[in-house]
C-alpha cells in the first residue's frame, strides 16, 4: 500500500490542474508520510469544489478517544472493501472522495536489510492525481480534517513492487469522482489499476522518501 508520497509539485500546477489556491497554511513538503498535514481537494455538501488541508490517516466520525490514541491503520483503504470497513463505511456511503495531488509516491523493494526505494511518477512527467475519502472527526480540540488514500490491485508495472497501488484519476474522471451523485457503478470503474504505460519507476535515495516539510526560504513563489 502507498505509505509515502512526493508533495513538491510546484503551486502553480495545483491551481492550473483544479483552478484553486493551495490553503495558505500548507507549508510545502519534499516528502508526505501518514499523520501529516496534506491539502485535499473535496466537494462538501452545498458548497463549491474547494482545497483543505487534511490529516493523512481517516479518523472516523464514529470515534470518540483522543487523537493521540488512535492507532489502526487507516491511510490507506482497500477499493474493494472500503464500503464494508467500518473505519470508511460513513464516508463511503456518503460519497466524501477527495482528489490529491502528488508529485509521485514510493514504494520498496527487497530484503529488510538491502531495501530500495522506488518513485512511481506518471511516464508523461505531470503530477498525479488519486483518489481518496475524507471524514471531519470531531475531537478534543475541535473539528478535524482527516483523508485516506483509496488502494486497488496494482498495474503489471507496479505490481513489481507491490500488489496494490494508489486509486490513479485522469481529468476527465475528476467532476465524477467528485460529485456525489454520481452512480456506483462509475465510481467501481474508476477504482481499477491504471494502463500500465501511465506510470514510471525509478529508483529512489533515502534522503529522497524522508518525510520533511519545506523551510519557508525554500516556497517557491
Known amino acids: 500500500m ?3 508520497v512526493n508533495g513538491n509539485f510546484h503551486p502553480t500546477n495545483f491551481h492550473s490542474m483544479f483552478g484553486l489556491i493551495l490553503p495558505p497554511e500548507w507549508p510545502g513538503a ?34 470518540h ?9 487507516t491511510f490507506n483503504a482497500r477499493s474493494e472493501d472500503a464500503q464494508q470497513r467500518p473505519s470508511f463505511t460513513l464516508a463511503y456511503q456518503e460519497a466524501r472522495r477527495c482528489l490529491v495531488l502528488v508529485q509521485s509516491f514510493y514504494e520498496w523493494s527487497g530484503e529488510p536489510e538491502k531495501r530500495q526505494a522506488y518513485e512511481i511518477q506518471r511516464a508523461d512527467g505531470r503530477p498525479l492525481v488519486l483518489g481518496g475519502l475524507w471524514e471531519t472527526w470531531i ?7 482527516t483523508f485516506t488514500l483509496l488502494a486497488c490491485p496494482a498495474n503489471a508495472l507496479v505490481s513489481q513492487l507491490h500488489d496494490r ?14 460529485d456525489p451523485r454520481t452512480p456506483e457503478r462509475p465510481i467501481s470503474n474508476l477504482m481499477q489499476p491504471c494502463a500500465h504505460d501511465v506510470p514510471r519507476i525509478s529508483p529512489a535515495s533515502s534522503q529522497d522518501t524522508r518525510p520533511m516539510h519545506k523551510r519557508p526560504a525554500e516556497q517557491v513563489a
Open 139 to 145: 475531537g478534543e480540540f475541535g473539528p478535524l480534517e
Open 65 to 73: 478517544g483522543v487523537l493521540r490514541k488512535f492507532k489502526p491503520s
Open 30 to 63: 519534499y516528502a508526505v508520510a501518514p499523520t501529516m498535514p496534506y491539502p485535499i481537494v473535496r466537494l462538501p455538501p452545498g458548497k463549491r469544489v474547494q482545497a483543505t488541508l487534511a490529516r493523512w490517516g481517516l479518523v472516523p466520525a464514529m470515534y
Open 2 to 4: 502507498c505509505g509515502r
Open 165 to 178: 497501488q494508489p486509486v490513479i484519476l485522469e481529468r476527465s474522471n475528476w467532476r465524477a469522482w467528485l
